[in-house]
Each structure stands twice: as C-alpha cells, then as structure tokens.
C-alpha cells in the first residue's frame, strides 16, 4: 500500500486530499483545495492563491488515476463541485446528502449530486458501509460530529486494509474528542493514520 498526501494545510491550502494505492484499486479520498476566509480582516494573499492552484492541479493528476472517489463531507476543502468531470467513469462514495447532516452541508451536496449527473461510474452513499476490491477492503465509519458537535456537521471517516498494511483517514473529527469518532479508530487499529486536530 502506498498513501500519498496530495493537498495538506501544511502544504499551503485547506485540504486533507489523499491517495491510495493498493494492488488492487487507486482511492482518492477528498480531491478539494480551498483557501481560509479573511483572515484578521485580510484576503488571501496572492501567494496563497497561486499556491491553492498549485495543489489542485496535483490533485486532478492523481484524480485522473483513481477507480475510486470518496467524499467524507460537503465543505470545499473536501470536494470541488465546479469541476465534476475528475470524477469521469469512477466510483464515488459519498457522505449520505440528507441524512445526519446540517442545512449548510445538505444544500451544498444536493448541488453537487446535480453537478455529478451521468459522469461517474457508479455513487454510492457510504455511511456505515464496507467494500471489496480484490483483496482490499474500504470501510467506511457511521457518521461523526465535524468537530465536538453537529454545527458544523458530520464527516465520515474512511479506513483502507490490503491485507498487509492498513490506513485510517479521520477527516475532520477536530480531535478526536467524541466517543464515536474514537472508537471507529480503534476498531479499525490502522498502521497509518492521518487524524484532522484542532
């Protein structure tokens, strides 16, 4: 297995998007990149920009190579709905659009399923659910609080196992401080792990 963080905060942008390559399938987990609002009453900087465009362009390369496409929720540093042909013939996985979901987010994925019609592959909603793709398995977790509460609504959290090495993608758990959000991570005692903090 071979996981590759393609668009970090870290890295200049807002973003968690990563990639996943087992033997048996190519995972693109979050292809989004966005910047901060004004920060301490100042825009973006062009710097800041130029470096956003950067990370996406990575982003859409690796996009190009993936089967499959999972999107853990609904912000823009998640998912780009003004680009919907990188998921062109791919399998998405998604979070569920209406159900344990805030207003923001739920107006926000009725767009994008708008956006997505007739390119990928297949959609699924992934809450709660497990996949096979040869030898590798995708599980995904229940949906969990974004944060410490439903304000800023859920995430669901994506755990990859090739049978020899195994990877936990938290998304934006702001923690772990909730129980649930905790206990997913355990169950799935991955040997990689990528956890959203404060």
Same mark, same amino acid.
């Given at each position: 297995?071979?996981v590759?963080p393609?668009?970090f905060?870290?890295?200049?942008a807002?973003?968690?998007?990563?990639?996943v390559?087992?033997g048996?399938?190519?995972?693109?987990?979050?292809?989004?990149?966005?910047?901060g609002?004004?920060?301490?009453?100042?825009?973006?900087?062009?710097?800041?920009?130029?470096?956003?465009?950067?990370?996406?362009?990575?982003?859409k390369?690796?996009?190009?190579?993936?089967?499959?496409?999972?999107?853990t929720?609904?912000?823009?540093d998640?998912?780009?709905?003004?680009?919907?042909e990188?998921y062109?013939?791919?399998?998405?996985?998604?979070?569920?659009?209406?159900?344990?979901?805030?207003?923001? =987010? !739920?107006k926000?994925s009725a *767009?994008? #399923?708008n956006q997505l019609?007739? %390119?990928p592959?297949?959609?699924?909603?992934?809450?709660?659910?497990?996949?096979?793709?040869?030898?590798?398995?995708l599980?995904i977790?229940?949906p969990?609080?974004?944060?410490?509460?439903d304000?800023?609504?859920?995430?669901?959290?994506v755990?990859?196992?090739?049978?020899e090495?195994?990877?936990?993608?938290?998304?934006?758990?702001?923690?772990?401080? =909730? !129980?649930?959000?905790?206990? *997913?991570? #355990?169950e799935?005692?991955?040997? %990689?792990?990528?956890?959203?903090?404060?």
């Amino acid at each position: 297995m071979e996981v590759i963080p393609l668009a970090f905060d870290s890295m200049g942008a807002r973003s968690m998007s990563t990639f996943v390559e087992t033997g048996d399938v190519k995972i693109i987990i979050d292809p989004g990149v966005a910047l901060g609002p004004k920060r301490y009453g100042l825009p973006p900087h062009p710097i800041e920009y130029r470096r956003r465009d950067e990370l996406w362009e990575k982003v859409k390369e690796y996009a190009a190579l993936a089967d499959i496409a999972v999107i853990t929720h609904y912000h823009y540093d998640h998912h780009d709905p003004r680009e919907p042909e990188i998921y062109r013939d791919k399998v998405v996985l998604l979070k569920h659009p209406k159900e344990k979901i805030n207003f923001s =987010q !739920k107006k926000r994925s009725a *767009f994008f #399923l708008n956006q997505l019609e007739g %390119i990928p592959q297949s959609i699924d909603f992934a809450d709660g659910k497990s996949y096979e793709f040869g030898n590798t398995i995708l599980k995904i977790s229940q949906p969990v609080f974004h944060g410490t509460s439903d304000k800023l609504g859920y995430v669901i959290q994506v755990f990859v196992d090739d049978g020899e090495r195994s990877f936990l993608y938290s998304s934006d758990v702001e923690g772990p401080t =909730q !129980k649930n959000q905790l206990e *997913f991570m #355990l169950e799935c005692n991955a040997e %990689i792990v990528f956890i959203d903090v404060r």
